[in-house]
């Protein structure tokens, strides 16, 4: 077969056999346009590179995604459009396949660590999709369940450094424990004489504080004294126990106030009769009990929780529970027999406005005035429901109360004791506090709150929620900066208290503001009897002490005087003795 081309604007293509002749009008010959030949040429020339550049890229594509890289390939050349709905579809079957398999949801020992180590896996072992499957649920179950672990026992040890004394806490009480035995100024009759009339007055404002922190306590009676209008009708009854009652009695006879009156009392100088004393021992046993149980549980499950459960769980690890001071609030109307009224504040409180208005609140004939809504609306309260508190399991709690009930919030509460003794509230305390033995210990979290709850239940009057913000010593509260500077009451409830390094970062500001509440009188005694003995140290170390120890005394008060940081123009007789017993120590 030949081709002949004419000259003559290539208008047509004439095919003839070989020896055939080449003419016009010959019958064997077959013609076809030229113009569409040349055209098909250059589309072909066109389209060939890219389709198979395609092809190639569709081949190793397929490799490396699909389980058949004929069937990825068949699927995109004919079916059209991406695979990713049909990798998707494989994936998840073959994760639904793996997680029937594997029925527990626990990945298996040697699964891989880390990303890096499956993309090795992968590359290196050319894997299909349902291999892969398998090992990347092994591997983020390993890891889930890494990361709960971690969650819980961190949660464990933030409640367990809340249980740590600071070593300054610890040294102060110490050291008022020793002024009180050496110093007569430091065992100084509290409140004076000439003041013992007003603690039963009841024309005064009464503020009782059950506490063995004795800063705690100067905290909460200095920030309510500086933010009186009128601090003068304020008289403060503090009530600590045995061990503590010698260095918070030597601490408030030094640093005594002009304004207010305290008056501190141990539980060891009250005379109860016999049945209060076994009624209040019946109590703790069955409260050691309660938090024996729960505790025993929590150690039992590696101290792991229900996802989804508030902290209260872990509520057994609080010192409280046991706490024979936080358990005597039941029995307020004994330790004070006199009064009529009276506002309860816990040590963990910074008072920021005037307390005055609570003693003239109405309580409608309730006991107990307290806040039960949050700042954050009505029945809104985060973690004190009663769900959070009670176990609704149980008949005796399930028809008793609500589980979508807010709690009234303790730490700042008006009692009208008056009214309280017309009441059976310590009984009922006592009475379910023995359903609870007999009930197997499960009708409660630990802690004093929850039988209170049941025992003043319908004898509590709702005050403005403005009056007291909670739970700043939690994690779960974070209220609006407004709502902190607001509030008259501001309560550290939760493991996290402002002395301690856990407290929340987001309230340093706070902190700090408290830190010099509590430290502003420290100043004025602790820490220049501090800076003496270092003074006295650095000058026997350079062989200076060659004067009497009066002229030595006199010598170091008068540098410690020409230090603006103390303030020392009319230092009182602590200081000079103390100094004399350091110099005479030491030398």
């Not at 098909?40 to 092809?55: D, E, Q, S, T």
């Not at 699927?75 to 793996?98: H, M, P, Q, Y």
């Not at 207010?260 to 076994?278: C, I």
């Not at 270092?534 to 120890?549: A, D």
């Amino acid at each position: 077969m030949k081709f002949y081309i004419s000259a003559a604007g290539i208008k047509k293509v004439t095919i003839s056999s070989p020896g055939g002749a080449i003419g016009k009008g010959c019958g064997a010959a077959r013609r076809f346009p030229g113009r569409k030949l040349l055209l098909l040429l250059l589309m072909l020339a066109i389209l060939l590179p890219f389709i198979f550049v395609r092809f190639a890229f569709l081949v190793l594509e397929s490799a490396s995604v699909c389980d058949s890289p004929l069937d990825c390939m068949r699927v995109r050349l004919f079916r059209g459009g991406d695979t990713s709905l049909k990798i998707r579809e494989e994936l998840t079957r073959a994760l639904v396949e793996e997680t029937s398999q594997d029925g527990n949801g626990r990945g298996q020992r040697g699964s891989l660590e880390s990303f890096d180590e499956l993309v090795k896996e992968m590359t290196l072992k050319r894997r299909d999709i349902k291999a892969f499957a398998s090992v990347t649920k092994k591997m983020l179950l390993q890891m889930e369940r890494k990361v709960q672990s971690a969650k819980h026992h961190e949660l464990v040890y933030w409640h367990l450094a809340s249980h740590g004394v600071p070593k300054c806490l610890h040294c102060l009480s110490l050291r008022l424990t020793e002024e009180y035995s050496v110093n007569a100024m430091a065992r100084t009759r509290l409140p004076p004489p000439e003041s013992v009339s007003r603690l039963t007055d009841p024309s005064f404002h009464h503020v009782v504080i059950l506490t063995d922190n004795v800063l705690a306590a100067s905290v909460v009676i200095s920030s309510t004294v500086q933010n009186a209008v009128n601090p003068d009708k304020f008289v403060f009854h503090i009530v600590t126990d045995k061990k503590t009652y010698t260095p918070m009695h030597a601490w408030f006879a030094i640093n005594s106030a002009s304004s207010p009156v305290v008056e501190v009392k141990g539980l060891h100088q009250y005379d109860w009769p016999q049945e209060v004393n076994v009624r209040v021992k019946e109590m703790l046993e069955i409260h050691r009990m309660i938090w024996r149980r729960h505790y025993q549980n929590l150690k039992d499950s590696d101290y792991s929780f229900v996802e989804g459960t508030h902290e209260q769980s872990l509520q057994a690890l609080n010192p409280s529970c046991l706490a024979l001071l936080n358990h005597l609030r039941i029995y307020i109307p004994k330790l004070f027999p006199d009064l009529d009224k009276i506002v309860l504040l816990d040590d963990d409180v910074v008072v920021q406005r005037d307390l005055s208005s609570l003693w003239e609140t109405d309580l409608n004939g309730k006991v107990v005035g307290a806040v039960v809504d949050s700042w954050c609306g009505s029945n809104c309260c985060p973690g004190r429901k009663y769900k959070d508190y009670f176990n609704f399991s149980h008949p005796l709690i399930s028809s008793n109360l609500l589980q979508d009930d807010c709690a009234w919030l303790s730490g700042m509460n008006v009692f009208d004791l008056k009214a309280w003794r017309q009441t059976n509230i310590t009984e009922a305390y006592s009475t379910w506090l023995r359903l609870s033995v007999s009930s197997g210990l499960q009708l409660w979290q630990p802690g004093a709150l929850p039988p209170t709850l049941l025992a003043f239940k319908g004898l509590t009057q709702s005050l403005d929620p403005s009056w007291h913000v909670a739970g700043l010593g939690s994690r779960s509260v974070k209220p609006p900066e407004e709502i902190l500077k607001s509030a008259a009451v501001l309560h550290f409830s939760g493991p996290a208290k402002p002395w301690l390094e856990i407290s929340n970062p987001q309230l340093n500001k706070l902190k700090r503001r408290l830190v010099l509440i509590r430290f502003k009188k420290v100043n004025r005694n602790i820490v220049p009897i501090i800076m003496l003995r270092l003074m006295i140290m650095r000058r026997r170390q350079t062989g200076l002490i060659n004067h009497s120890p009066l002229y030595h005394t006199r010598s170091l008060l008068f540098r410690v005087q020409s230090r603006p940081l103390f303030n020392l123009q009319k230092i009182n007789s602590l200081v000079v003795i103390r100094v004399r017993y350091l110099v005479a120590t030491m030398k």
